[in-house]
């Protein structure tokens, strides 16, 4: 308990004097704490304005007889009109901005995947031709492998054969007494 009590008497209030004063404290505070996420506000949001209504049921003309205090008031609903039909505009603009911008978005994304997708198929295609090479390397050899078998085993034949012309010759020698 002493602690803290300690620790409260060493905090002192500082009042900062200037606003790099007061960026100075509040990163001071961050940075006590690092593994303490900072707080990040979020985007201001745009305002809702007041819109004039679509309709205004108290129309003034240019008529003779309209008073010097009916300016005012013409005045009001000009002031709201203007303000109704910028307000339109702006959002009008912003809205072919952003539609605009998504269709960037959407051809640079079509252009990545064409892109993308022609280089994969090229590393198919070298891929396939390195699979195909691999296997007629293959087979030659096991077409040689098979070659030089077949010689070996004729080989192994006409050697075999050769002994037994000499067997008979030399048992004809023998029998015959020559």
């Given at each position: 308990?002493?602690?803290?009590?300690?620790?409260?008497?060493?905090?002192?209030?500082?009042?900062?004097?200037?606003?790099?004063?007061?960026?100075?404290?509040?990163?001071?505070?961050l940075m006590?704490?690092?593994?303490?996420?900072?707080p990040?506000?979020?985007?201001?949001?745009?305002?809702?304005?007041?819109?004039?209504?679509?309709?205004?049921?108290?129309?003034?003309?240019?008529?003779?007889?309209?008073?010097?205090?009916?300016?005012?008031?013409?005045?009001?609903?000009?002031?709201?009109?203007?303000?109704?039909?910028k307000h339109?505009?702006e959002?009008?603009?912003?809205?072919?901005?952003?539609?605009?911008?998504?269709?960037?978005?959407?051809?640079?994304?079509?252009?990545?995947?064409?892109?993308?997708?022609?280089?994969?198929?090229?590393?198919?295609?070298?891929?396939?031709k390195?699979?195909?090479?691999?296997?007629?390397?293959?087979t030659?050899?096991?077409?040689?492998?098979?070659?030089?078998?077949?010689?070996s085993?004729?080989?192994?034949?006409?050697?075999?054969?050769?002994?037994?012309?000499?067997?008979?010759?030399e048992?004809?020698?023998?029998i015959?007494?020559?």
């Open positions: 308990v002493s602690s803290k009590m300690a620790s409260k008497e060493k905090k002192e209030v500082v009042i900062p004097k200037t606003p790099a004063d007061l960026q100075r404290m509040k990163l001071e505070k006590k704490n690092p593994d303490k996420m900072a990040i506000p979020d985007r201001p949001k745009d305002r809702k304005h007041p819109t004039a209504p679509e309709f205004v049921r108290d129309v003034m003309g240019s008529s003779a007889g309209a008073g010097s205090g009916e300016f005012h008031v013409y005045r009001g609903y000009r002031r709201r009109e203007l303000f109704r039909q339109l505009d959002f009008a603009r912003k809205e072919s901005q952003a539609t605009e911008f998504e269709k960037i978005l959407e051809n640079n994304r079509k252009a990545a995947e064409e892109k993308t997708a022609k280089k994969r198929a090229k590393r198919q295609k070298k891929k396939m390195k699979k195909m090479k691999k296997q007629t390397d293959q030659e050899k096991d077409k040689e492998a098979e070659a030089e078998k077949e010689e085993e004729s080989e192994e034949e006409e050697e075999q054969e050769e002994p037994k012309a000499d067997d008979a010759e048992n004809c020698f023998v015959g007494g020559r």
